[in-house]
T-cell receptor, first 109, second 119 residues
Framework: GQNIDQPTEMTATEGAIVQINCTYQ??????LFWYQQHAGEAPTFLSY??LDGLEEKGRFSSFLSRSKGYSYLLLKELQMKDSASYLC??????????WGAGTKLIIKP | GAVVSQHPSWVICKSGTSVKIECRSL??????MFWYRQFPKQSLMLMAT?????????EQGVEKDKFLINHASLTLSTLTVTSAHPEDSSFYIC???????????????FGPGTRLLVL
């Protein structure tokens, strides 16, 4: 079966750095997405990785290792507004998105 | 562009009535639209995939006669919850693919969601 694993909840301090991990087992791979979802709102696109390595976009970076079936989202200089759920999603061989359950990130002052 | 709108944002209805939710891609033509539902503190659950001019593909366990999807144009898809019951209360979110946002062409861009409460 297809499976995406990510931690249910994480807590971090304002100004710090946090890394949210995602491991996956899917039938085929056509890229991995990270989305941010604030409570009561729809997800918004953060990043996409299809090749191994690190993609940096401002305070947010995303890493992919296809051989390990592993990705992480790195958030630097955390701000209170970063409190949200972060969803990992893998596009399988049929170009279907397989969604993780999401990681709720709590930022404390 | 990659802006998706959804209407209404909130709906409260009596049990047994039907509710229609519209999803529009405002600044691009969506090759494919998707309908999700999400229960509190749970992840997105894909209900169906919709392509313009063809029948929607429903996920296993989703009743196609209960959740009617019409994708009449490249910018509009509608979801009708027929004879709604309290257990249909949920957050319904649509997404569209084919926009020119910050991601690759396969990126799904989401509407703001519709919160349905069936009394």
């Amino acid at each position: 079966g297809q499976n995406i694993d990510q931690p249910t909840e994480m807590t971090a301090t304002e100004g710090a750095i946090v890394q949210i991990n995602c491991t996956y087992q899917t039938s085929g791979f056509n890229g991995l997405f990270w989305y941010q979802q604030h409570a009561g709102e729809a997800p918004t696109f953060l990043s996409y990785n299809v090749l191994d390595g690190l993609e940096e976009k401002g305070r947010f970076s995303s890493f992919l290792s296809r051989s390990k079936g592993y990705s992480y989202l790195l958030l630097k200089e955390l701000q209170m507004k970063d409190s949200a759920s972060y969803l990992c999603a893998v596009m399988d061989s049929n170009y279907q998105l397989i969604w993780g359950a999401g990681t709720k990130l709590i930022i404390k002052p | 562009g990659a802006v998706v709108s959804q209407h209404p944002s909130w709906v409260i209805c009596k049990s047994g009535t039907s509710v229609k939710i519209e999803c529009r891609s405002l600044d691009f033509q969506a090759t494919t639209m998707f309908w999700y539902r999400q229960f509190p503190k749970q992840s997105l659950m894909l209900m169906a995939t919709s392509n313009e001019g063809s029948k929607a593909t429903y996920e296993q366990g989703v009743e196609k006669d209960k959740f009617l999807i019409n994708h009449a144009s490249l910018t509009l898809s509608t979801l009708t919850v027929t004879s709604a019951h309290p257990e249909d209360s949920s957050f319904y979110i649509c997404s569209a693919r084919g926009g020119y946002g910050r991601g690759p062409p396969e990126t799904q861009y989401f509407g703001p969601g519709t919160r349905l409460l069936v009394l």
